[in-house]
């Protein structure tokens, strides 16, 4: 009875030390991940991305959830560090298979960085240049121009999607089978109608636009 209770204690004095090990990697992790995130979060702020976001589809969303959109940022930084030391804290007490989940978690999170990064960037985008046809065609009165850009938005949002979830190695051949020929038709039928609708709205204005044209080069 004495030896079991001697080796038992010699087992935990000799565990103790990864024990303690755990406990500060989890703590540095915990001081990184918050640290990391809010000058993360800072700088994406003062560089105008939170503005930016706000303007899109995807951004108005995210603020009628009530979350901010550098809030949102700077938690997914913060879990990203965060996870890493659970599995490097999981490693040091020899815990394998939780060791071997983590890993696995972490490999995963630049794959939904990736999506996040192309989903994000391509709304902003698809939205900056819709915006500028819109006021564009503001200015020019050419007639189903509105319907027109929300027909686009929804055209390149739809792609922007597709793009961002091959990144989270999800198999789209299905969609992509079905949905192909269809991006196709409305893609071709989009570049049409835009050609048709410009051509007929600036078909009054393009005796007036050559001739600006003719000045400015003429100077």
Known sequence: MGDALMQMINSVIAY???????IIILIIGWIVGRLLGKFIAGILDKIGVDDALRKTSIGKAIEQ???HIVSLFD?????????????????????????ELFEKII???PHIAMFLIILIVGFIMVDYFAD??????????IEFLGL???LLRIFFYFIVLMLALSQLLIDLTIIYTFITPIAWGVGIGLGAGIAVFIAFGLKDRAPEMMDNLMKKISK
């Open 107 to 109: 490999l995963y999170l």
């Open 75 to 99: 938690l997914i930084i913060r879990w990203f560090i965060y996870l890493i030391a659970i599995a490097a804290a999981a490693s040091v007490l020899q815990l394998g298979f939780i060791s």
């Open 148 to 150: 027109i850009i929300v």
């Open 16 to 22: 103790l030390p990864h024990l303690i090990a755990a």
């Open 132 to 141: 500028i046809l819109q006021a564009w065609g503001k200015t020019q009165n």
């Open 65 to 67: 959830s009530g979350t």
